[in-house]
Protein backbone atom coordinates (compact mmCIF):
# COMPACT_ATOMS: atom_id res chain seq x y z
CA UNK A 1 0.00 0.00 0.00
CA UNK A 2 1.44 3.70 -0.98
CA UNK A 3 1.03 5.75 2.08
CA UNK A 4 1.06 9.32 1.73
CA UNK A 5 1.32 11.23 4.80
CA UNK A 6 0.11 14.66 4.24
CA UNK A 7 2.94 16.57 6.65
CA UNK A 8 1.67 20.11 5.79
CA UNK A 9 -1.56 19.46 6.73
CA UNK A 10 -0.71 17.60 10.14
CA UNK A 11 1.30 19.98 10.89
CA UNK A 12 -0.45 23.42 10.01
CA UNK A 13 -3.47 21.43 12.90
CA UNK A 14 -0.45 21.01 15.13
CA UNK A 15 -0.14 24.97 15.19
CA UNK A 16 -3.85 25.58 14.86
CA UNK A 17 -4.42 23.62 17.87
CA UNK A 18 -1.31 24.75 19.68
CA UNK A 19 -2.97 28.44 19.40
CA UNK A 20 -5.72 27.50 21.31
CA UNK A 21 -4.04 28.47 24.55
CA UNK A 22 -5.04 30.17 27.99
CA UNK A 23 -2.17 32.10 27.35
CA UNK A 24 -0.43 34.09 24.45
CA UNK A 25 1.75 31.94 21.93
CA UNK A 26 4.28 30.20 21.52
CA UNK A 27 2.86 29.36 24.94
CA UNK A 28 0.59 26.35 25.90
CA UNK A 29 -1.62 26.08 28.65
CA UNK A 30 -4.61 24.20 28.13
CA UNK A 31 -5.88 22.67 31.45
CA UNK A 32 -8.60 19.71 31.48
CA UNK A 33 -12.39 21.44 31.21
CA UNK A 34 -11.13 24.86 30.66
CA UNK A 35 -12.67 26.98 27.92
CA UNK A 36 -9.50 26.20 26.08
CA UNK A 37 -9.69 22.51 26.84
CA UNK A 38 -13.39 22.57 25.43
CA UNK A 39 -12.23 24.78 22.12
CA UNK A 40 -9.20 22.13 21.74
CA UNK A 41 -11.85 19.16 21.52
CA UNK A 42 -13.94 21.09 19.36
CA UNK A 43 -11.39 21.55 16.74
CA UNK A 44 -10.30 17.98 16.94
CA UNK A 45 -13.89 17.16 16.71
CA UNK A 46 -14.39 18.57 13.88
CA UNK A 47 -11.05 17.49 12.06
CA UNK A 48 -12.42 13.95 12.81
CA UNK A 49 -16.12 14.41 11.43
CA UNK A 50 -14.89 15.84 8.02
CA UNK A 51 -12.99 12.73 7.78
CA UNK A 52 -15.77 10.28 8.06
CA UNK A 53 -15.64 9.31 11.80
CA UNK A 54 -17.85 8.69 13.82
CA UNK A 55 -17.58 10.33 17.38
CA UNK A 56 -18.98 9.10 21.09
CA UNK A 57 -18.26 10.43 24.33
CA UNK A 58 -17.90 9.10 27.96
CA UNK A 59 -19.41 11.19 31.06
CA UNK A 60 -15.39 12.05 31.80
CA UNK A 61 -14.94 13.26 28.11
CA UNK A 62 -12.62 10.83 26.95
CA UNK A 63 -13.39 10.88 23.13
CA UNK A 64 -13.71 8.25 20.48
CA UNK A 65 -13.74 9.01 17.26
CA UNK A 66 -14.03 5.46 14.93
CA UNK A 67 -12.99 4.36 11.74
CA UNK A 68 -15.71 1.38 10.88
CA UNK A 69 -14.03 -1.86 9.78
CA UNK A 70 -15.64 -4.26 7.30
CA UNK A 71 -16.25 -6.56 10.73
CA UNK A 72 -17.61 -4.47 13.28
CA UNK A 73 -18.61 -6.61 15.19
CA UNK A 74 -14.53 -7.55 16.05
CA UNK A 75 -12.65 -5.50 18.50
CA UNK A 76 -11.59 -2.69 17.02
CA UNK A 77 -7.67 -0.85 17.22
CA UNK A 78 -7.29 2.28 19.20
CA UNK A 79 -4.66 4.97 18.80
CA UNK A 80 -4.84 8.13 20.52
CA UNK A 81 -3.28 10.47 23.46
CA UNK A 82 -4.23 13.53 24.90
CA UNK A 83 -4.67 16.94 24.33
CA UNK A 84 -4.75 18.64 27.09
CA UNK A 85 -1.57 20.73 28.22
CA UNK A 86 -0.11 21.80 31.40
CA UNK A 87 0.84 25.47 32.30
CA UNK A 88 3.57 26.92 30.01
CA UNK A 89 3.64 23.55 27.56
CA UNK A 90 4.72 23.27 24.02
CA UNK A 91 2.85 21.83 21.27
CA UNK A 92 3.70 18.66 20.79
CA UNK A 93 3.17 16.47 23.64
CA UNK A 94 0.04 14.81 23.50
CA UNK A 95 -1.05 16.12 20.04
CA UNK A 96 1.00 14.40 17.99
CA UNK A 97 -0.28 11.17 18.96
CA UNK A 98 -3.58 12.57 18.65
CA UNK A 99 -3.78 14.66 15.04
CA UNK A 100 -0.91 12.33 13.88
CA UNK A 101 -3.45 9.05 14.58
CA UNK A 102 -5.94 11.11 12.63
CA UNK A 103 -3.74 11.30 9.90
CA UNK A 104 -2.48 8.28 9.81
CA UNK A 105 -6.23 6.82 9.43
CA UNK A 106 -6.79 9.63 6.64
CA UNK A 107 -3.50 8.35 4.58
CA UNK A 108 -5.18 4.89 5.36
CA UNK A 109 -8.07 5.93 3.77
CA UNK A 110 -6.53 8.26 0.95
CA UNK A 111 -4.98 5.15 -0.13
CA UNK A 112 -8.12 2.88 -0.41
CA UNK A 113 -7.72 0.56 2.45
CA UNK A 114 -10.25 -0.67 4.26
CA UNK A 115 -9.58 -1.74 7.74
CA UNK A 116 -11.02 -5.57 8.59
CA UNK A 117 -11.04 -4.14 12.04
CA UNK A 118 -12.31 -0.85 12.88
CA UNK A 119 -9.82 1.74 14.00
CA UNK A 120 -11.03 3.69 17.10
CA UNK A 121 -8.50 7.39 17.82
CA UNK A 122 -9.00 8.35 21.49
CA UNK A 123 -8.70 11.30 22.99
CA UNK A 124 -7.63 11.07 26.67
CA UNK A 125 -9.22 13.50 29.37
CA UNK A 126 -6.62 15.28 31.80
CA UNK A 127 -3.59 13.15 31.08
CA UNK A 128 -2.01 15.97 32.75
CA UNK A 129 -2.82 16.11 36.52
CA UNK A 130 -2.48 19.43 36.56
CA UNK A 131 -6.21 20.30 37.70
CA UNK A 132 -6.77 17.45 39.65
CA UNK A 133 -3.62 16.40 40.63
CA UNK A 134 -3.26 13.09 39.16
CA UNK A 135 -2.50 12.26 35.89
CA UNK A 136 -4.00 10.08 33.23
CA UNK A 137 -7.37 10.68 34.77
CA UNK A 138 -9.37 9.20 31.86
CA UNK A 139 -7.19 6.20 31.13
CA UNK A 140 -7.72 5.34 34.69
CA UNK A 141 -11.54 5.43 34.60
CA UNK A 142 -11.18 3.81 31.60
CA UNK A 143 -9.10 0.77 32.57
CA UNK A 144 -11.52 0.30 35.45
CA UNK A 145 -8.35 1.24 38.03
CA UNK A 146 -9.20 3.92 39.41
CA UNK A 147 -12.59 3.94 41.98
CA UNK A 148 -15.53 6.44 39.87
CA UNK A 149 -16.87 7.44 43.39
CA UNK A 150 -13.57 8.71 44.75
CA UNK A 151 -12.75 10.17 41.25
CA UNK A 152 -15.95 12.24 41.06
CA UNK A 153 -15.19 14.35 44.60
CA UNK A 154 -11.57 14.72 43.59
CA UNK A 155 -11.76 18.57 43.47
CA UNK A 156 -9.06 21.47 42.38
CA UNK A 157 -7.39 23.86 43.79
CA UNK A 158 -10.44 26.34 43.88
CA UNK A 159 -12.38 23.75 45.60
CA UNK A 160 -14.71 22.98 42.16
CA UNK A 161 -15.51 18.69 41.67
CA UNK A 162 -14.61 16.77 38.67
CA UNK A 163 -18.02 15.91 39.11
CA UNK A 164 -18.76 20.42 38.98
CA UNK A 165 -15.94 20.57 36.29
CA UNK A 166 -16.97 17.69 33.50
CA UNK A 167 -20.76 18.91 34.08
CA UNK A 168 -19.93 22.56 33.22
CA UNK A 169 -17.59 21.41 30.15
CA UNK A 170 -20.88 19.34 28.49
CA UNK A 171 -19.58 15.91 29.97
CA UNK A 172 -22.39 14.30 32.37
CA UNK A 173 -23.35 10.98 33.31
CA UNK A 174 -22.31 8.12 35.73
CA UNK A 175 -18.70 7.86 35.87
CA UNK A 176 -19.34 3.97 36.57
CA UNK A 177 -19.95 4.24 33.10
CA UNK A 178 -16.57 5.32 31.51
CA UNK A 179 -15.19 1.81 32.17
CA UNK A 180 -14.46 -0.44 29.23
CA UNK A 181 -16.16 -3.55 29.19
CA UNK A 182 -12.91 -6.24 29.38
CA UNK A 183 -11.21 -6.98 25.86
CA UNK A 184 -12.51 -4.19 24.49
CA UNK A 185 -9.65 -3.44 21.97
CA UNK A 186 -7.80 -5.94 20.40
CA UNK A 187 -4.33 -3.86 20.46
CA UNK A 188 -3.95 0.23 21.27
CA UNK A 189 -0.46 1.88 20.33
CA UNK A 190 0.18 5.43 21.19
CA UNK A 191 2.23 7.66 19.47
CA UNK A 192 4.33 10.59 21.09
CA UNK A 193 7.70 12.88 21.26
CA UNK A 194 9.97 10.96 23.04
CA UNK A 195 10.76 13.94 25.93
CA UNK A 196 14.39 13.05 26.41
CA UNK A 197 16.64 12.99 23.89
CA UNK A 198 18.82 9.71 23.22
CA UNK A 199 16.70 8.91 20.00
CA UNK A 200 18.65 12.82 19.00
CA UNK A 201 21.64 12.01 21.04
CA UNK A 202 22.04 8.29 18.98
CA UNK A 203 20.12 9.84 15.41
CA UNK A 204 18.16 7.30 15.58
CA UNK A 205 14.38 8.62 13.58
CA UNK A 206 12.04 6.56 15.73
CA UNK A 207 11.72 4.58 19.15
CA UNK A 208 9.15 1.76 19.65
CA UNK A 209 8.54 1.36 23.40
CA UNK A 210 8.87 -1.90 25.67
CA UNK A 211 7.98 -0.43 29.01
CA UNK A 212 6.95 2.68 30.70
CA UNK A 213 8.28 3.67 34.06
CA UNK A 214 6.74 3.55 37.35
CA UNK A 215 5.22 6.94 38.86
CA UNK A 216 4.03 8.01 42.02
CA UNK A 217 2.96 11.17 43.97
CA UNK A 218 2.13 12.52 46.53
CA UNK A 219 0.58 15.71 47.93
CA UNK A 220 1.48 17.07 51.74
CA UNK A 221 0.03 19.91 53.40
CA UNK A 222 1.81 21.24 55.96
CA UNK A 223 0.37 23.62 59.18
CA UNK A 224 2.35 25.59 60.68
CA UNK A 225 1.96 29.02 62.65
CA UNK A 226 1.62 32.10 60.96
CA UNK A 227 2.30 35.84 62.31
CA UNK A 228 4.11 39.16 61.77
CA UNK A 229 7.65 38.69 59.85
CA UNK A 230 8.99 41.76 61.53
CA UNK A 231 7.88 40.42 65.38
CA UNK A 232 7.88 37.07 65.49
CA UNK A 233 11.59 35.60 66.72
CA UNK A 234 13.15 33.25 64.78
CA UNK A 235 13.51 31.01 67.88
CA UNK A 236 9.64 31.13 68.39
CA UNK A 237 8.73 30.52 64.91
CA UNK A 238 6.51 27.54 63.39
CA UNK A 239 7.41 28.11 59.79
CA UNK A 240 5.77 25.85 57.36
CA UNK A 241 7.74 26.91 54.28
CA UNK A 242 11.21 26.15 56.06
CA UNK A 243 9.64 22.48 57.00
CA UNK A 244 8.58 22.48 53.01
CA UNK A 245 11.87 23.38 52.14
CA UNK A 246 13.74 20.83 54.19
CA UNK A 247 11.00 18.47 53.01
CA UNK A 248 11.62 19.41 49.18
CA UNK A 249 15.46 18.88 49.54
CA UNK A 250 15.06 15.29 51.07
CA UNK A 251 13.28 14.32 47.88
CA UNK A 252 15.92 15.15 45.71
CA UNK A 253 18.17 13.80 48.26
CA UNK A 254 16.00 10.30 48.72
CA UNK A 255 16.14 9.90 44.99
CA UNK A 256 19.51 10.68 44.46
CA UNK A 257 20.80 8.26 47.51
CA UNK A 258 18.85 5.11 45.15
CA UNK A 259 21.54 4.37 43.83
CA UNK A 260 20.15 4.37 39.91
CA UNK A 261 19.76 7.46 37.79
CA UNK A 262 16.72 5.80 36.86
CA UNK A 263 15.68 7.47 40.27
CA UNK A 264 14.07 10.37 40.14
CA UNK A 265 12.06 13.36 42.33
CA UNK A 266 10.49 16.73 41.72
CA UNK A 267 8.65 19.54 44.27
CA UNK A 268 6.32 20.83 41.22
CA UNK A 269 3.62 22.57 43.37
CA UNK A 270 4.38 24.75 46.52
CA UNK A 271 1.75 26.80 47.35
CA UNK A 272 2.71 29.28 50.40
CA UNK A 273 0.24 30.65 52.17
CA UNK A 274 -0.96 33.49 53.41
CA UNK A 275 1.67 34.31 50.27
CA UNK A 276 2.71 37.47 51.67
CA UNK A 277 6.44 39.19 51.88
CA UNK A 278 5.80 40.23 55.78
CA UNK A 279 3.94 37.05 56.61
CA UNK A 280 5.43 33.67 58.35
CA UNK A 281 4.07 31.32 56.07
CA UNK A 282 1.21 28.90 58.28
CA UNK A 283 0.17 26.51 55.38
CA UNK A 284 2.25 25.01 52.46
CA UNK A 285 0.72 22.37 49.61
CA UNK A 286 3.39 20.86 48.24
CA UNK A 287 3.06 18.14 45.34
CA UNK A 288 5.92 15.80 44.93
CA UNK A 289 6.24 13.67 41.89
CA UNK A 290 8.93 10.04 42.48
CA UNK A 291 9.05 7.76 39.22
CA UNK A 292 11.92 4.81 38.70
CA UNK A 293 11.97 1.75 36.37
CA UNK A 294 11.99 -0.05 39.36
CA UNK A 295 8.77 0.05 41.20
CA UNK A 296 10.61 -1.60 44.60
CA UNK A 297 13.29 1.18 44.48
CA UNK A 298 10.72 3.94 43.89
CA UNK A 299 8.38 2.78 46.97
CA UNK A 300 11.35 2.76 48.85
CA UNK A 301 12.30 6.61 47.82
CA UNK A 302 8.15 7.15 48.88
CA UNK A 303 9.03 5.91 52.47
CA UNK A 304 12.38 7.95 53.23
CA UNK A 305 10.50 11.04 52.09
CA UNK A 306 7.57 9.59 54.69
CA UNK A 307 9.63 9.22 57.19
CA UNK A 308 11.14 12.68 56.80
CA UNK A 309 8.37 14.15 56.68
CA UNK A 310 7.97 13.26 60.13
CA UNK A 311 11.41 14.27 61.50
CA UNK A 312 10.85 17.88 59.94
CA UNK A 313 7.77 18.13 61.50
CA UNK A 314 8.35 16.69 64.69
CA UNK A 315 11.40 18.93 65.01
CA UNK A 316 9.67 22.55 63.58
CA UNK A 317 6.95 22.07 65.50
CA UNK A 318 4.72 21.83 62.92
CA UNK A 319 2.17 19.19 61.47
CA UNK A 320 2.01 17.07 57.69
CA UNK A 321 -0.89 15.46 56.47
CA UNK A 322 0.85 13.03 53.22
CA UNK A 323 -1.60 11.73 50.84
CA UNK A 324 -0.50 9.37 48.80
CA UNK A 325 -2.37 10.23 45.25
CA UNK A 326 -1.10 7.17 43.14
CA UNK A 327 1.80 4.69 42.95
CA UNK A 328 1.20 3.15 40.26
CA UNK A 329 3.38 -0.32 38.93
CA UNK A 330 5.98 -0.22 35.51
CA UNK A 331 3.65 -0.89 32.21
CA UNK A 332 4.78 -3.53 29.89
CA UNK A 333 4.15 -3.63 26.33
CA UNK A 334 2.82 -6.31 24.64
CA UNK A 335 5.82 -8.07 22.34
CA UNK A 336 3.07 -8.47 19.66
CA UNK A 337 2.58 -4.93 19.20
CA UNK A 338 5.86 -4.04 19.82
CA UNK A 339 6.87 -6.39 16.91
CA UNK A 340 4.69 -4.65 14.43
CA UNK A 341 5.59 -1.40 15.28
CA UNK A 342 9.32 -3.07 14.39
CA UNK A 343 8.36 -4.47 11.61
CA UNK A 344 5.86 -1.36 10.30
CA UNK A 345 9.69 0.88 10.33
CA UNK A 346 11.52 -2.40 8.55
CA UNK A 347 9.16 -1.85 5.99
CA UNK A 348 9.03 1.80 5.36
CA UNK A 349 13.25 1.48 6.00
CA UNK A 350 13.21 3.92 9.27
CA UNK A 351 16.00 2.69 11.51
CA UNK A 352 14.42 2.32 15.42
CA UNK A 353 15.80 1.81 18.79
CA UNK A 354 13.42 0.23 21.58
CA UNK A 355 13.19 1.93 24.70
CA UNK A 356 11.75 2.47 27.82
CA UNK A 357 9.53 5.80 28.54
CA UNK A 358 10.64 7.56 31.54
CA UNK A 359 7.29 10.04 30.86
CA UNK A 360 3.66 8.27 31.51
CA UNK A 361 1.37 7.90 29.33
CA UNK A 362 -2.33 7.26 28.89
CA UNK A 363 -0.68 3.40 27.79
CA UNK A 364 0.88 2.83 31.07
CA UNK A 365 -3.32 2.30 31.78
CA UNK A 366 -4.48 0.88 28.27
CA UNK A 367 -1.48 -1.90 28.84
CA UNK A 368 -3.99 -2.89 31.85
CA UNK A 369 -6.40 -3.96 29.04
CA UNK A 370 -5.31 -4.41 25.64
CA UNK A 371 -2.20 -5.30 24.22
CA UNK A 372 -0.43 -1.68 24.11
CA UNK A 373 2.74 -0.47 22.42
CA UNK A 374 4.26 3.31 21.57
CA UNK A 375 5.85 5.29 19.39
CA UNK A 376 8.39 7.56 20.13
CA UNK A 377 9.67 10.73 17.79
CA UNK A 378 12.66 12.60 18.57
CA UNK A 379 11.90 16.06 20.34
CA UNK A 380 14.88 18.43 19.86
CA UNK A 381 16.84 18.86 22.90
CA UNK A 382 14.78 16.19 24.31
CA UNK A 383 12.79 19.01 25.74
CA UNK A 384 9.48 18.95 26.37
CA UNK A 385 7.23 20.12 29.26
CA UNK A 386 8.36 23.70 28.21
CA UNK A 387 7.14 26.58 25.55
CA UNK A 388 10.17 25.48 23.01
CA UNK A 389 9.26 21.90 22.96
CA UNK A 390 9.71 21.36 19.02
CA UNK A 391 9.35 18.04 16.84
CA UNK A 392 10.47 18.35 13.36
CA UNK A 393 7.88 18.21 10.26
CA UNK A 394 10.28 15.25 8.96
CA UNK A 395 9.83 13.21 12.27
CA UNK A 396 6.14 14.19 12.54
CA UNK A 397 6.34 13.08 9.22
CA UNK A 398 8.09 9.44 9.96
CA UNK A 399 6.18 8.73 13.01
CA UNK A 400 2.62 8.94 11.28
CA UNK A 401 3.89 6.82 8.54
CA UNK A 402 4.75 4.03 10.96
CA UNK A 403 1.30 4.67 12.71
CA UNK A 404 -0.46 3.79 9.77
CA UNK A 405 1.20 0.97 8.86
CA UNK A 406 1.18 -0.39 12.11
CA UNK A 407 -2.80 0.09 12.44
CA UNK A 408 -3.22 -1.23 9.18
CA UNK A 409 -1.38 -4.22 10.55
CA UNK A 410 -2.95 -4.60 13.47
CA UNK A 411 -6.19 -4.23 11.84
CA UNK A 412 -5.89 -7.29 9.95
CA UNK A 413 -4.19 -9.48 13.19
C1 LIG B 1 3.27 13.11 31.61
O1 LIG B 1 2.97 14.21 31.22
C2 LIG B 1 4.28 12.90 32.57
O2 LIG B 1 4.40 13.77 33.48
O3 LIG B 1 5.04 11.93 32.46
MN1 LIG C 1 2.87 15.95 29.44
MN1 LIG D 1 1.95 13.46 26.99
Redesign the pocket.
Known amino acids: MKLDIDWERLVTELDALGAISQEAPPVVTRVVFTEADVRGREFVKKLCREAGLIIREDAVGNTFARWAGQNPEFEPVGTGSHIDA?PNAGRF??TVGVLGGLEAIRALAHAGYRPRRSIELIIFTS???TRFGI??LGSRLLSGLLDPAAASQYKDRDGVTLDAARSAAGFDGALSSVRLPPGYYSAFVEMHIE?GAILEQRDVPLGVVTAIAA?ASLKITIEGEGGHAGAVLLPDRHDAFLAAAEIALAVEASARSSGSRDTVGTVGVCDVFPGAVNSIPSRVRMEV?V?DVDEARRDSVLRKIEQVCEDVTRRRGVQARVELVNADPPGRCAPRVVDTLAKSCETHGLRFERMI?????DSLFMSRIAPTAMLFIPCRGGV??RPDEYASPESIAQGTLVLAETLASLAEQ
Do not use: K
Open positions: IDGEEPGCQPDRSRAYHSH
